[in-house]
């Protein structure tokens, strides 16, 4: 008979069989660790999330009572979430194992939440097999029903929406309705998903018509008219012609606008033009983000009309005139706009000061932006391990995308895009950086950057 108890943290016991381990561990801090190595920044995640607003209470972790010693518990469900607070407690665990990575970041989440953590409440079974049902039950999906039955887009939609914050995508379809340019009938059929990726993209958003200022969602052109450009992509989405799968990435997203809108000459105007405020930033996108090789057009920006980026070495600024980001922060937008401006072969100093510190502003506001665990005051190394891990994890770049910015990670690289020598530009009075060097730097983290800012 199933009964709930609370049990010390210290007497729950990773569980040597948990399906996640290809090989037994050999000891609890083993375990711990091939929990961490497994699970990596999820775990992190995990972790600040427990540390802010404790266990779920709604969610017990279920134990069975260990052979050997009657005080201890084997943790059968729940074993992420007891490493999670194991680590918490004592992050030095970490320490030489092959997710000696995470430790820092598990020390700064100690330091700032030491008190939040308290005994788990638990679900004490008398064998495996007895908590088995429950716990397949609760791994193996909606099984007809009797499983957990996720929400869709929709369903999580209307949950925020009722406490207060409705999704971008809900505000469109609701301008579309309520304006009588689509049916209710049609936009059912509409995969939020797809829509979603695509309100996600500034540059979409730009080429579509369509601003997310304060939350507030508004369509620009004629008012009275159909917006033409977002009633094809509502078809395209509706009928299926364009799936997920064809918007996974931000340069797929912008492969199928330009597509879409290919001659319309005042959009690819528009679309070309840069931003000299956060504000007008917000209605465009870079031109590509393949601009690092900016000697020739690409593809799609012959299929767009727009032009290609200045070749890196007729360019007298750091970054390409063409090259627009939506920065909302407006000290951050205010150093992008002086690198866009400033003379490089006349401030070299002052630019490459500039780029060392909007790089760490840009991973700084996106660890905020997204949530991420990094601990406080960490070195731009740990920011920038942090940003990659994430992106990799959430398919926003591959690792071919991000194989530039792993190499400034790398020591004795004499790049100019290594942190090592970033740092130089602002610490070592003896370090010149060149023209030349610091284009090359900014060509290879463009990517990266337009990533951060989407």
Known sequence: M?????????????????????????????????????????????ADDIAKHGLNPADSVIVMKHDDHSSQYVVLEGNRRVAAMK????????????????????????????????APQCVVFDSREEAAHWIELRHTGENGGAGIVRWGGKETARFRQRGGHR???????????????????????????????????????????????????????????????????????ASRRVRVRDLYHASDRRRYVDELLVGDSADVDRAASPSPTAQDASASEPT??????????????????????????????????????????????????????????????????????????????????????????????????????????????????????RRALQKDCFLASTLSTMNDYVHNQHFCPTPSDLRAAWDSWQLFIAAIWE
């Open 2 to 46: 199933a009964r709930r108890v609370q049990i010390a943290l210290t007497n729950l016991l990773i569980d040597a069989n948990n399906p996640r381990f290809e090989n037994s561990p050999d000891d609890q801090r083993d375990a711990i660790c091939a929990v961490a190595r497994n699970q990596g920044t999820k775990l992190l995640k995990l």
């Open 87 to 118: 680590l918490l407690s004592e992050p030095d665990l970490l320490a030489g194992s092959a997710a000696e990575g995470l430790l820092s970041r598990f020390k700064g989440l100690r330091e700032a939440f030491r008190d939040n953590l308290g």
């Open 167 to 237: 999704e971008p995508y809900l505000q469109l379809l609701d301008l579309l309705r309520e304006r009588g340019f689509v049916s209710s009938e049609k936009l059912e059929d509409v995969p939020v998903t797809s829509l979603k990726r695509l309100l996600s993209t500034p540059y979409v958003r730009t080429r579509l018509g369509v601003e997310i200022l304060q939350g507030r969602v508004t369509i620009s052109g004629d008012e009275q008219g159909a917006p033409e450009k977002l009633l094809r992509v509502i078809d395209d989405l």
């Open 288 to 405: 590509d983000r393949q601009e690092s090789s900016a000697s020739e057009p690409t593809q799609r920006q012959e299929s767009s009309g727009r032009k290609s980026v200045p070749s890196s070495k007729r360019r007298k600024t750091l970054v390409p005139k063409g090259f627009a980001l939506h920065i909302e922060q407006s000290r951050i937008n205010n150093v992008f706009l002086e690198l866009q401006q400033l003379d490089i072969e006349k401030f070299t100093n002052a630019v490459s000061v500039l780029l060392r510190v909007f790089i760490e502003l840009s991973l700084d506001d996106f660890i905020k932006r997204k949530a991420l665990s990094a601990p406080p005051r960490c070195y731009l190394k740990t920011k920038l391990e942090t940003v990659i891990e994430h992106m990799k994890s959430e398919g926003t770049l591959d690792s071919q995308e991000l194989k530039p910015v």
